[in-house]
């Protein structure tokens, strides 16, 4: 899946994050989410999956912008 087909939530590309580079959270046309974030050694996940981590303020605005 291409980033283009993604609703991108957060971030509007200003600043820092310029370059797509920071963490952000999408909407697939299926409704999933997607998430962009730092790679996490928190734990190993199970095969197939992965973990990010992701700062709260980006959660609480894709939150936001979800309506929730």
Same mark, same amino acid.
């Given at each position: 899946?291409? #980033?283009?087909?993604?609703? #991108?939530?957060?971030?509007?590309?200003?600043?820092?994050? /310029?370059?797509?580079?920071?963490?952000?959270?999408? #909407?697939?046309?299926?409704?999933?989410?997607?998430?962009?974030?730092? *790679?996490?050694?928190?734990?190993? =996940? =199970?095969?197939? %999956? /992965?973990? *990010?981590?992701?700062? %709260?303020?980006?959660?609480?605005?894709? *939150? #936001?912008?979800? /309506?929730?």
């Amino acid at each position: 899946m291409a #980033r283009e087909e993604l609703t #991108r939530l957060t971030g509007n590309g200003n600043g820092t994050c /310029g370059e797509d580079d920071c963490p952000n959270v999408y #909407r697939t046309a299926s409704g999933s989410i997607v998430v962009q974030g730092d *790679v996490s050694d928190a734990f190993t =996940p =199970p095969q197939g %999956e /992965g973990l *990010v981590e992701v700062p %709260e303020n980006v959660l609480r605005e894709a *939150v #936001r912008a979800l /309506g929730w």
